[in-house]
């Protein structure tokens, strides 16, 4: 949780504001996940924090909704190019990588759960770049 943490305030993923009646605050929450090896032993342990999206209204929160997820078919065909030209192939993990995405619409979330800052414990973030959820 203290890596993620950290991800998000190196990236300035969202800055503290003043709460108001008329922002529709929506929730946040931690997700936690067992990454383990090929043979089944743990690898590490994952916590993610995500947006309860679900609370958004259309046309209010957001205008549309986009997945960064790369295609099994943009990949086949990447990687059909390669064999063709005889390229080398790299492969590189980028950790957060939609994180650095600049979100357009105003988004108001709660503060993460064990994470709530104590000297601006009314304040509630926006986001300026994306969330999982």
Same mark, same amino acid.
Request: proline residues 5%; charged residues 20%; glycine residues 4%.
């Given at each position: 949780?203290?890596?993620?943490?950290?991800?998000?305030?190196?990236?300035?993923?969202?800055?503290?504001?003043?709460?108001?009646?008329s922002?529709?605050? @929506?929730?946040?929450?931690? #997700? &936690?996940?067992?990454?383990?090896?090929?043979?089944g +032993?743990?690898?590490? *342990?994952? /916590?993610?924090?995500?947006?309860?999206?679900?609370?958004?209204?259309?046309?209010?929160?957001?205008?549309?909704?986009?997945?960064?997820?790369?295609?099994?078919?943009?990949?086949?065909?990447?990687?059909?190019?390669?064999?063709?030209?005889?390229?080398? @192939?790299?492969?590189?993990? #980028? &950790?957060?990588?939609?994180?650095?995405?600049?979100? +357009?619409?105003?988004? *108001?979330? /709660?503060?993460?759960?064990?994470?709530?800052?104590?000297?601006?414990?009314s304040?509630?973030?926006?986001?300026?770049?994306?969330?999982?959820?």
């Amino acid at each position: 949780m203290q890596e993620e943490i950290r991800a998000h305030h190196s990236n300035q993923t969202w800055l503290l504001v003043p709460s108001h009646p008329s922002l529709n605050v @929506i929730g946040s929450r931690w #997700v &936690y996940k067992i990454k383990r090896h090929v043979d089944g +032993q743990i690898d590490r *342990y994952k /916590a993610r924090l995500v947006a309860n999206s679900f609370t958004q209204q259309e046309g209010i929160d957001y205008l549309e909704t986009f997945s960064l997820v790369v295609k099994p078919t943009t990949v086949r065909l990447v990687l059909t190019i390669d064999v063709l030209y005889g390229w080398n @192939i790299h492969q590189l993990d #980028v &950790y957060n990588a939609f994180l650095n995405s600049i979100l +357009q619409e105003e988004v *108001y979330m /709660a503060q993460p759960p064990g994470f709530v800052d104590p000297a601006l414990s009314s304040h509630v973030c926006r986001l300026h770049k994306y969330l999982y959820g």
